[in-house]
């Protein structure tokens, strides 16, 4: 069965500070896909990065950035000098086929940062 | 614009009382999916919907029920409320679902409140 880990629950950081999200995954297939969401206090899912398990690139987006690293199942996500409107809850998610054939995404717990200013 | 919309915002209920919380696309997706968001335990899947008139169960769809008329309407009924699904509600969409690589595209939620 997938299953997604997010070990870290709460983060709190000073403004500035860079921050990594840890996020371990489990799947028994060849074939899946990794995303990062985002839960600001407004409460709405905000969609921020997919990767297929065939592209190991790191990714950079201004001043986020995306470590996948397959032998370790892990898909980490680092926010480089943070600033307060990175205060969020933040959601790793795994997608596989389900045995219908349809899309099925499990998501970790969670991780909360706090950028305090 | 393009949203999933989902109505109401906040609900307070007591136990029993059956309810629907109302969700709508508006870009013929196909594939709409409804999920709950508790503390320690993320997002989980209630139902999904492949299309219309085809609806099948998540992880956790004890208690709930779905229907899907309309290909843009995927509402979330509770026959009977009970105090334990008190939580934060969720629909999204996607544009087929048959796709490992499709993004949700999610609701504003609905936070239930059953006495």
């Known amino acids: 069965a997938q299953k997604v880990t997010q070990a870290q629950t709460e983060i709190s950081v000073v403004e500035k500070e860079d921050v990594t999200l840890d996020c371990v995954y489990e799947t028994r297939d060849t074939t899946y896909y990794l995303f990062w969401y985002k839960q600001p206090p407004s409460g709405e899912l905000v969609f921020l990065i997919r990767?297929?398990?065939?592209?190991?690139q790191n990714e950079i987006s201004g001043r986020y950035s995306w470590n996948f690293q397959k032998s370790t199942s892990s898909f980490n996500f680092t926010i480089t000098a943070s600033q307060v409107v990175d205060s969020a809850v933040y959601f790793c998610?795994?997608?596989?086929?389900?045995?219908?054939?349809?899309?099925?995404?499990?998501f970790g717990t969670g991780t909360k940062l706090q950028v305090i200013p | 614009e393009a949203q999933v919309t989902q109505n109401p915002r906040y609900l307070i209920t007591v136990t029993g009382k059956k309810l629907t919380v109302t969700c709508s696309q508006n870009m013929n997706h196909e594939y709409m999916s409804w999920y709950r968001q508790d503390p320690g335990l993320g997002l989980r899947q209630i139902y999904y919907?492949?299309?219309?008139?085809?609806?099948d169960k998540g992880d956790v769809p004890e208690g709930y029920k779905v229907s899907r008329k309309e290909k843009r309407n995927f509402p979330l009924i509770l026959e009977s409320p009970s105090p334990n699904q008190t939580s934060l509600y969720f629909c999204a969409s996607s544009p087929t679902g048959i796709k490992g690589n499709e993004k949700l595209f999610f609701g504003s939620g609905t936070q239930l409140s059953v006495l």
């Open positions: 919907s492949m299309n219309v008139e085809a609806t």
């Open positions: 998610a795994l997608s596989e086929m389900n045995s219908g054939g349809y899309q099925k995404v499990t």
């Open positions: 990767r297929n398990s065939f592209d190991e």
